[in-house]
């Protein structure tokens, strides 16, 4: 099942739109007025984009009077973090050994 989330999050990340919004949300709570305010599209696209944010779990939706404000949920983009991290190992050897081997490049006669 956490392959589905993943999945689910990596498809919502994939678009620089939903990007920016997580971005806004990551200062503070905002209505869908105020999330659409830097985009130059309709207001069911950006409905369209919060709906794909919402079932992947990096945002909610509260109920404030007439208000529905929006709030940024970090878990989903833990989960994506956890899973980069079990590749750091590999990248930081990686980068060891492309360290190692452009020292010999330019200093052969030190092996």
């Given amino acids: 099942m956490q392959a589905d989330a993943l ?5 919502a990340l994939a ?18 007025k105020e999330l659409s305010a830097p985009f130059d599209m309709s207001g069911p696209a950006i409905s369209k984009h ?10 909610s939706r509260g109920k404030e009077a007439q208000w529905r404000p929006c709030r940024l949920e970090a878990a989903p983009i833990r989960a ?12 930081e050897e990686s ?17």
């Fill in 50 to 59: 919060l709906r794909v944010l919402e079932r992947a779990g990096l945002i």
């Fill in 95 to 111: 980068f060891d050994r492309l360290g190692d081997y452009l020292e010999q490049l330019q200093n052969p006669a030190t092996k």
């Fill in 15 to 32: 678009d620089p739109t939903r990007r920016a919004i997580l971005a806004r949300l990551a200062e503070g709570s905002a209505t869908v």
């Fill in 80 to 91: 994506v973090a956890d899973w980069t991290d079990g590749y750091r190992r590999f990248w």
């Fill in 7 to 11: 999945s689910t999050t990596f498809a």
